[in-house]
């Protein structure tokens, strides 16, 4: 019989969104006429933008001719998209990237969870606690962690506790380390990073020759023009940092798939032999080899954000969200919730009021105002005691979710 990977066996219970959506079935077949308010999953809600769809639609009529078709492209993405990515991402922001930098996939989630695999299993990873899943579960399978503990913290993975009283952003660790996963805006706290911290991280990656994998995700939510959108606007990040981004909450693709990644040329890791070696090239190596390229018309929508229209649209549609957020954040804090995030990204994170685990407080709020959110609990132990409520979703559902929270759970 054919040997399994053991360490797939080290993963803890199944993935947060499958055991909300089985808790949610439970709930809606025993109380059949509740009307449930979803704000748990991460996933937008808005159609694509019209310019999104025009060049969507032109790609695919491309296609459909002989004298256009086109099979297979270049596995990096295209150079109209990356161009453009280029200059509308990065040096409208002062930051230079090149085109030959930039990879084009069809998701961050693959990108997060592919990274990994041109580092050795020896390295030692970093994770901020609360986080995203991918960055630890992908490493878990690679091998870079022994069993979960009691609270699912994997051994030799270095977590960096984010709550209240650091401000929700990780302390530098207190051990070497070699990759350290940072996102900002953060998923799921909703925080930001500001310059002078990701400065800090710069400088410690520097100093001990770790790499930075920096989740960009969110970075069109960022509202102050004064906080960083790119680990790129920090100085000397170019020597240390990968960075990720994807037009899946930017402009609505989580169905329509469109990502990349920027690895510099400047980038170093080193082999056994301890010679230098380019990051650049053993990513592109690995993506040329893994994978065929985004779809072509895909990445004609993606281009089509960057037209003047498409800017404009996209901004509607982040708008929109943000002023979800803002009736989530003030609507919570007025009938008393310590509520964090919310400004900067679609994500609230509240304290949960009493001494009440996260999935209780998921039942409480269920059962009490039909609403589903996410338990902070489920993106890591330091989650515990902590709410996600997202704002993708209908303003008029939005609204009075916090009109019955206010009604019949106000924390004070
Ligand atoms: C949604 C999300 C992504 C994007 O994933 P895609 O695969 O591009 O849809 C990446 N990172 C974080 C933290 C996210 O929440």
Same mark, same amino acid.
Not at 198 to 207: F, H, S
Not at 257 to 282: D, M, W, Y
Not at 389 to 399: N, P, Q, Y
């Given at each position: ?13 199944? =993935? ?5 959506? #089985? ?59 990356? @161009? ?28 997060? *969870?592919?990274?990994?695999?041109i580092f050795s299993t020896e390295c030692k990873v970093a994770v901020a606690d609360p986080v995203y899943p991918v960055y630890i579960d992908t490493n878990v399978m690679a091998g ?11 051994? *030799? ?68 023009? *004064?906080?960083? #959108? ?7 990040? #170019? ?17 329509? %798939? ?6 510099? #040329?400047?980038?170093?890791g080193k082999n056994t032999a301890g010679e230098e070696v380019s990051i650049h090239q053993l990513w592109s190596r690995r993506h040329s080899t893994k994978f065929n390229g985004a779809?072509y018309p895909v990445q004609c929508a993606a281009a089509g954000i960057y037209t003047d229209e498409g800017k404009a649209q996209v901004k509607e549609l982040i708008d929109f969200y ?14 008393? =919730? ?10 609230? /994170? ?8 996260? /999935? ?24 515990? *005691? ?16 916090? @009109?019955?929270? %206010? ?6």
């Amino acid at each position: 019989m054919a040997k399994i990977n053991d360490h797939y066996q080290k993963l803890t219970a199944g =993935y947060l969104f499958p055991e909300i959506a #089985r808790r949610v079935a439970a709930f809606t077949e025993t109380n059949p006429e509740a009307d449930v308010i979803k704000l748990g999953i991460g996933d937008v809600t808005r159609p694509l933008p019209p310019a999104v769809v025009d060049a969507f639609h032109a790609g695919v009529d491309e296609m459909a001719s002989a004298d256009t078709f086109r099979g297979y492209g270049p596995e990096q993405g295209h150079l109209f998209l990356r @161009e453009l990515i280029a200059a509308n991402d990065y040096a409208s922001r002062g930051v230079s990237v090149d085109p030959d930098e930039i990879f084009v996939s069809d998701g961050a989630k693959c990108d997060c *969870g592919n990274i990994q695999e041109i580092f050795s299993t020896e390295c030692k990873v970093a994770v901020a606690d609360p986080v995203y899943p991918v960055y630890i579960d992908t490493n878990v399978m690679a091998g870079r962690s022994g069993p979960a503990d009691d609270e699912g913290r994997y051994e *030799g993975i270095h977590y960096m506790p984010c709550t209240e009283e650091n401000g929700f952003q990780p302390d530098i660790p207190s051990e070497p380390v070699d990759l350290i996963y940072l996102c900002s805006p953060n998923n799921p706290t909703g925080t930001v990073a500001t310059a002078e911290q990701l400065t800090r991280w710069v400088e410690y990656a520097r100093g001990c020759g770790a790499i930075i994998l920096f989740d960009a995700a969110y970075e069109a939510y960022v509202s102050d023009p *004064g906080l960083p #959108r790119s680990i790129y606007e920090i100085d000397g990040a #170019r020597e240390v940092a990968i960075e990720f981004r994807s037009f899946s909450k930017t402009a609505g693709f989580t169905g329509t %798939r469109c990502a990349f990644i920027v690895v510099p #040329r400047e980038l170093r890791g080193k082999n056994t032999a301890g010679e230098e070696v380019s990051i650049h090239q053993l990513w592109s190596r690995r993506h040329s080899t893994k994978f065929n390229g985004a779809s072509y018309p895909v990445q004609c929508a993606a281009a089509g954000i960057y037209t003047d229209e498409g800017k404009a649209q996209v901004k509607e549609l982040i708008d929109f969200y943000m002023e979800n957020a803002r009736i989530i954040r003030e609507g919570l804090s007025a009938s008393g =919730y310590a509520v964090y995030g919310g400004i900067h990204s679609p994500y609230s /994170w509240l304290r949960i009021p009493g001494a009440r685990s996260s /999935w209780e407080f998921f039942e409480l709020l269920l059962e009490t105002t039909h609403i589903v959110g996410t338990p902070g609990s489920g993106f890591g132990p330091s989650g515990e *005691g902590y709410f996600r409520l997202s704002a993708f979703g209908d303003r008029e559902r939005i609204e009075e979710a916090i @009109e019955r929270i %206010r009604d019949k759970l106000p924390a004070d």
